[in-house]
C-alpha cells in the first residue's frame, strides 16, 4: 500500500467497536415492528444506516414512524458510551500523523458522539475535521460526505485514502473518486469480498508501504 497525504476514517467498527451500542438499536426498534431479534440478523445489518435496515427487515411504510421513534430513542440515550478503541486505533492515528499525513473522519454516526468518544480517550485533537450524520442531507453509500471533507482539506483526490469496514464505505469513496481501504478482521463483522483498493485486517495495515 502506498503511502497518502490525507487519511478519511469512518468510525463505527472501524475506530471503535460500537457493536454493542447498535445492537441495543436493534433489539429495541425492530421487535417493536414485529422483527425478531437475534445475533445472526445482527450481522447483516452492520455499516447499514437507520433507513436500509428497516426496508431491508421490515418495508411496511406503515411501520416507518413506530420503528423510527424506537430507534432514535436509543441513539439518544448514552448507549454510544459503551464503544472503545480498537486496540491499534491510537498507535496507526499517531503514526500517520508523525508521518506527515492529514486525518479527517467522515461517519453516519452524529458528529457530536464522535467527538465525545475521540475526548474520552484521548484522541479528540488528532483529526482534524469531522463529518457526521448531521452535516449532509445524503449520507453513505452516496459521496457527499466524503465531498463535504475533500472540499475542506482540498488535497487531490488521488493523494486521499478512504478507511471503512461497511458496503457503503467503498461505495462512497468509489463514487467520491478516490481510494478505499477495508478493514476485514474476520470477525464476521465485515463482508468478505467488497470491491475496494485494498482489503487489511487491521487497521496495521494501512501503515504498511
Known sequence: MRRYSLYLFD?????????????AILMRALPAVGVGYTPSLFQGTLGLSMDQVFDKYVGDPALYDTYTDEFM???QSDAYLTAKPFPETRKVLEELVRRGARIG?????KRYKIERLMGDWGMGDI??????????????????????????FGIPLDDVLYVGDSPNDPAAAKAAGIDCAVVNRHDGSTPDGLPCTYEVGSLTGILDC
Open 73 to 75: 430513542k436509543v441513539v
Open 11 to 23: 468510525f463505527d467498527n472501524t475506530l471503535f467497536d460500537t457493536s454493542a451500542g447498535i445492537e
Open 127 to 152: 483529526p482534524e475535521f469531522i463529518v457526521g450524520f448531521d452535516d449532509t442531507e445524503r449520507h453513505k453509500p452516496h459521496p457527499d460526505p466524503i465531498q463535504k471533507a475533500l472540499d475542506f
Open 105 to 109: 473522519i467522515v461517519s453516519g454516526k
